[in-house]
């Protein structure tokens, strides 16, 4: 059973900071992998989408690397925000034909 | 209008009302998901509706009741709840589903519920 674990849980950080969250997953059979980010009681955006053959993507601030012999994802963000405050969901689907989520790091950018 | 909305956006409610949440998609998607986000839980897909026909049902019990009358429209019949069923209930579409061909997902805002 496929099962995604986000570490840390919380995290938070003075503005200007670059910053790594963390992603694993114990089925390496998977297609794809996707970032979003969840402000508080809203719903998701989508921020990067890595295909099982890639090994990275990046939009602006956001870089994100894919490792999946390891089971091993990260979101790099450079020079944080305030903005960046939100909570980072990391998604895999695989061969249950399903996303399966993490549960999350909630990120606060202090200014 | 555009994108993926839902309403209410807040509700509040007995264990023994009914209630309906609604979820509406203006992409021109053939597929519609049901999510439930509870606190320090995973999103976990609970219904899958491709061109309006049920493909996916994870175990929820049949106090959830999902109908999707078209490709664009998507609901979710509420009845006799109870107090662990509070939680953020989102709603998302994507182009297709099918199979193991990962389709994008798009997410409304959700639905905030609270069960007295």
């Known amino acids: 059973k496929q099962e995604v674990t986000q570490i840390p849980a919380a995290l938070s950080v003075p503005e200007g900071e670059n910053l790594v969250l963390n992603c694993s997953f114990t089925?390496?059979?998977?297609?794809?992998l996707q970032w979003f980010r969840q402000d508080p009681g809203k719903g998701l955006t989508s921020l990067l989408l890595?295909?099982?053959?890639?090994r990275e993507q990046t939009s602006g601030r956001l870089n994100a690397s894919l490792d999946k012999s390891s089971g091993r994802s990260t979101l790099y963000i450079a020079a944080s925000q305030p903005g960046d405050s939100a909570t980072y969901l990391c998604?895999?689907?695989?061969?249950?034909?399903?996303?399966?989520f993490g549960q999350g790091t909630t990120l606060q950018v202090k200014p | 209008e555009t994108g993926v909305t839902q309403t209410p956006r807040h509700l509040v409610m007995g264990m023994t009302n009914k209630k309906s949440l609604k979820c509406e998609q203006h992409?021109?998607?053939?597929?519609m998901y049901w999510y439930k986000q509870s606190a320090k839980k995973p999103l976990e897909l609970m219904f899958v509706?491709?061109?309006?026909?049920?493909?996916e049902n994870n175990s929820v019990p049949s106090r959830f009741s999902p109908e999707c009358p078209n490709s664009s429209h998507l609901f979710l019949h509420l009845h006799t709840l109870q107090p662990e069923d509070s939680a953020l209930y989102l709603c998302?579409?994507?182009?297709?589903?099918?199979?193991?061909?990962?389709?994008?997902?798009?997410f409304g805002p959700g639905t905030r519920l609270t069960v007295l």
């Open positions: 998302a579409s994507s182009q297709e589903r099918t199979g193991l061909t990962y389709n994008e997902q798009f």
């Open positions: 089925d390496s059979a998977i297609y794809n």
């Open positions: 890595i295909q099982s053959s890639q």
């Open positions: 998604a895999v689907f695989g061969n249950t034909g399903k996303l399966i």
């Open positions: 992409l021109g998607h053939n597929a």
């Open positions: 509706y491709s061109l309006e026909e049920r493909v």
